[in-house]
């Protein structure tokens, strides 16, 4: 699965609440799976019906100038219709403006870390095979399955071909999703799995793991040896391969760190912070920064990211951050996921207590911050709502200009001074 958000405490898009909670629960096994039709229960427009069958005959030269076949896309289409509950999803993406911290909360609870430890448990013989073919710690494999779909438990419940047609038909972004239905019919005519059990969510994430067509085609692997690469059974082996297939190929480094929470040295100037700012350990160590519970940094080259500027956790991140991001570019996200596996592995909570009664912008703020650091001469590359490396940099230059912690940090405070400026 792989979605383009940057800063953590701003971006928590809809990408973030899916991977807390997938797209519905779902019971997959055997040959009858609960399958939803919400297309058929909601008596949709007849017009927007027939507008769906006119899209699917004038996509059908398309797909098969792709590769697919024409058994496939005929058998694949026979059932489908228009489904107005996956525009409805769609649709209905409130914004998501919770903080870091209390993303956390939900994502590393103490519920989750009992039942990944359960999960790690039951299924030991098939997660040490995986992390010794691929490298890939075992904790951090079950920490993307936990965030993605609780352990398997709401891994969606919607036809794929359904929804994919349904969104490129009279979605927001039909080119995207066009792709991802040529993607699915491909893994249709591959005999991966049918029509009728390939279920995932709204925006066409599939399985314990949550991939998207292309995706799949790109890193899915048959693990169990039984000539399907099965992501969407109660059986989660393939599932779980193919994310540290994903994962190992993204660049991930065998015994290597995501990440650390680290202690900042009291007057801490943070000038030097941002993902791209990478220094060796001794850089870091010179400076006066340590772990959280006070040992020295390790060498190698890591970045300093401050997700709640210097009010909050500090984190030194290596290259297997990058690695989670392919996953998922939200920085969130993969702190997420790196913190879920350090508890995973028996490791603490965080230790520094984040900023009390610190709460995220909205979109409009956001754009609002971005507009005004325009127009004094701080170039944000734009006003989106998306806050990414040059609105970091934008806020650093201002933050400097006034004489505060360039941290980068776009909270309220800077705001209310742009908005007194």
């Known amino acids: 699965m792989r979605f383009s958000r940057t800063l953590m405490t701003l971006a928590l898009t809809t990408a973030l609440s899916a991977c807390i909670g997938g797209g519905g629960s779902v ?76 993303y956390l909360e939900t994502a590393v609870s103490d519920k989750r870390v009992a039942n990944g430890r359960a999960m790690l448990a039951r299924h030991a013989g098939v997660l040490n095979q995986i992390e010794a073919t691929y490298g890939v710690d075992k904790e951090v494999v079950v920490a993307v399955w936990g965030m993605e779909s609780s352990y398997g438990e709401k891994r969606g419940d919607l036809p794929l071909i359904e929804a994919l047609a349904t969104l490129s038909y009279d979605g927001r972004r039909a080119e995207f999703f066009q792709g991802q239905l040529i993607a699915a019919l491909k893994i249709l005519q591959a005999g991966d799995t049918d029509a009728r059990h390939m279920l995932g969510s709204w925006a066409g994430a599939m399985g314990h793991t949550q991939f998207i067509p292309t995706s799949y085609l790109a890193f899915a692997v048959d693990f169990t040896g039984d000539g399907k690469r099965d992501i969407w059974s109660d059986d989660p082996t393939d599932a779980l391969a193919s994310t ?21 040295p009291p007057g801490f100037g943070a000038a030097v912070s941002g993902k791209s700012a990478k220094r060796s350990g001794a850089d870091w160590r010179a400076m006066g920064i340590t772990r959280a519970d006070g040992r020295p940094v390790p060498d190698g080259q890591a970045a300093l990211l401050l997700p709640a500027g210097v009010k909050g956790a500090a984190f030194l991140i290596y290259r297997n ?15 997420a996921v790196g913190h879920l596996s350090d508890r995973l592995k028996g490791g603490p909570g965080l230790k520094t207590p984040w900023p009390a009664g610190d709460s995220t912008l909205r979109m409009a703020e956001r754009m609002e911050l971005q507009e005004r650091l325009t127009a004094m001469g701080f170039d944000t590359g734009g006003a989106d709502g998306n806050v990414g490396q040059k609105t970091i940099a934008a806020v650093k230059a201002f933050q400097t200009a006034r004489g505060l912690v360039p941290d980068g940090y776009p909270d309220r405070e800077v705001l209310e001074l742009l908005r007194r400026r």
């Open 244 to 264: 540290a297939a994903y994962l190992a190929k993204s660049g991930w480094q065998r015994g290597q760190p995501w990440g650390m929470e680290v202690t900042l």
């Open 27 to 102: 019971s997959q096994s055997g040959s009858s799976p609960t399958v939803i039709k919400y297309g058929r229960d909601q008596n949709p427009d007849p017009a927007k019906v027939a507008g769906l069958e006119q899209w699917i005959a004038a996509f059908r030269p398309r797909a098969l100038a792709s590769g697919v076949s024409a058994g496939t896309y005929d058998a694949a289409f026979r059932e489908v219709i228009y489904n107005p509950e996956v525009i409805r999803r769609s649709n209905n993406q409130a914004e998501f403006t919770k903080s870091l911290w209390e």
């Open 321 to 335: 951050f990058h690695a989670i991001e392919r996953y998922n570019q939200a920085d969130a996200y993969v702190i």
